[in-house]
């Protein structure tokens, strides 16, 4: 993976997005500039950031080589301000402090870092304290580092799932001529499942069917089926 900086914010977590996105309306709304400059990072780019002060020449960018930016959950961002011909970052602590203040990141769902003012995180990540690795909090939650898990804005409603009843049963044909058998793979063995109906749970799971003909025989594989 890449030490390049990413501003996508299609990569962020669905979790600390839909916190975000909210967050970021108001603070427009409240007539402020607000512009995301780095969402998610690999964790290259982490050691990349962290080695500069320390063992390459540059300021000291983060504190940590365990950064929630690592699972989609931090978001670095700059204030824009008009200088009299075009909209210029303003990097000081009272321009940031204006923004917060005007609408508090804590009322969405997330959290700031005393230290480090561009930086709006999902609430909780580091821990009550803010002293807990963002890693524990991924583990918990089944997040790995370099694994962009991604969100979308507004959130997609996927649509209902339908109920056994809404599907309609499909009458068989009882006149469908014999001319070889339809082979299904149980435990013990290929069976002749001819005539036979499929039911497949309605679970949400894609069962994949492989059939392969033969000798005017049709063998179907993907799913073991009772003996
Ligand atoms: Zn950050």
């Known amino acids: 993976m890449s ?3 990413d501003r996508d914010r299609n990569h962020l977590l669905p979790a600390f997005r839909n916190a975000l996105e909210p967050w970021l309306a108001a603070v427009e709304q409240g007539g402020y500039r607000y512009q995301i400059y780095e969402t998610f990072r690999t964790a290259e780019r982490q050691a990349y950031l ?3 002060g320390r063992t390459r020449p540059g300021p000291v ?3 940590t080589l365990d950064s929630a930016h690592e699972y989609g959950v931090a978001a670095d961002g700059m204030v824009l301000v008009w200088n009299g011909q075009a909209w210029v970052a303003d990097w000081s602590a009272a321009a940031y402090n204006r923004v917060y203040a005007a ?3 804590a009322r969405y769902g997330l959290e700031l870092l005393g230290w480090e003012r561009p930086h709006v995180q999902l609430r909780g990540v580091n821990g009550a304290d803010l002293q807990q690795p963002a890693s524990r909090w991924a583990t918990a939650h089944g997040l790995r580092a370099n694994v962009i ?3 979308t804005w507004p959130p997609v409603t996927p649509p209902p799932a339908p109920t056994p009843a809404a599907i309609p049963a499909v009458p068989l044909t009882p006149a469908m001529p014999a001319t070889g058998r339809v082979l299904v793979p149980t435990r013990s063995g290929w069976r002749d499942a001819r005539g036979e109906r499929l039911v497949l749970p309605v679970t949400g799971e894609t069962v994949t069917l492989n059939a392969q003909a033969a ?4 063998y179907l594989g993907g799913v073991v089926w009772p003996d």
Not at 215 to 218: K, S
Request: hydrophobic letters at 30%; charged letters at 5%.
């Open 215 to 218: 000798n005017g025989d049709v």
């Open 149 to 151: 898990v991604g969100s």
């Open 3 to 5: 030490t390049a900086q």
């Open 61 to 63: 960018l983060t504190y």
């Open 50 to 52: 962290y080695a500069s």
């Open 103 to 105: 609408v508090p990141p």
